[in-house]
């Protein structure tokens, strides 16, 4: 299993962009890269997913450089709704592979 | 499309005694999977479950905790006898392994439930 690092917390003030860089050294040929985001008092949820280079979706970017070492979750004009936890997950693509959540980044945006 | 539903939504007993949760995945979602989640921590993966066999338990307290997932849809997750430690929120959670997200394809994107939140006297 891929071991995960990323920071504990993170602070931004709304409008501005937020990085969240996760390492995963160990990682694996078929391992692809997740993201979740966990508000309070609700389960977590799929924010987007990347092998390898860049993936955009309606609400996130997510690069991963050449190496896939690690990847930075990018959450552009973030707004006071962007608090929450957000986990980085490295896992393959087999469904009876067991993905491993850490203990996941906490952000604040302020007004 | 119906979400991961769970029940009870919230539990309070004593310690020693027993308590079970229910999940339901979505329909189609041959993978199940039961978490914990202590406050202040990341869910913990106590089972999956592809369709009724059971792929992983290695991190569940086989000697109070139990799972089933007869016919390989509902779930039904039990402690007997409950401890103190046992207090958190239990989340269970479905995926398929290939699915598909607005116009990308995801593997394994599992969808959660909003949890049962047990606490124990």
């Known amino acids: 299993l891929a071991k995960t690092t990323q920071p504990i917390s993170m602070d931004s003030y709304e409008g501005q962009e937020v990085n969240i860089t996760c390492s995963h050294n160990n990682i694996a040929t078929n391992d692809y890269i997740t993201w979740y985001q966990q508000f309070p008092s609700q389960g977590p949820r799929f924010i987007i997913q990347?092998?390898?280079t860049k993936v955009t979706n309606e609400v996130a970017s997510l690069f991963i450089p050449a190496d896939r070492k690690s990847s930075t979750l990018s959450l552009p004009r973030v707004s006071l709704s962007d608090t929450a936890v957000y986990y980085c997950l490295v896992g393959g693509a087999l469904g009876f592979q067991k993905l491993v959540f850490g203990t996941g980044t906490r952000l604040l945006v302020s007004p | 499309e119906a979400g991961v539903a769970q029940s009870p939504r919230y539990k309070i007993i004593e310690k020693r005694q027993s308590v079970a949760f229910w999940c339901n995945p979505i329909?189609?979602?041959?993978?199940l999977y039961w978490y914990q989640q202590i406050l202040g921590q990341g869910p913990k993966l106590l089972i999956q479950?592809?369709?009724?066999?059971?792929?992983?338990d290695s991190q569940l307290p086989k000697d109070r905790f139990s799972a089933e997932r007869l016919k390989g849809v509902d779930s039904t997750l039990k402690i007997q006898p409950a401890k103190l430690e046992d207090s958190a929120v239990y989340l269970c959670a479905s995926s398929l392994n290939r699915g598909q997200t607005g116009t990308r394809r995801t593997y394994n994107e599992q969808f959660f439930g909003p949890g049962t939140r047990l606490t124990v006297l």
């Open positions: 990347g092998y390898k």
């Open positions: 479950f592809q369709n009724n066999g059971v792929v992983d």
């Open positions: 329909s189609g979602h041959a993978t």
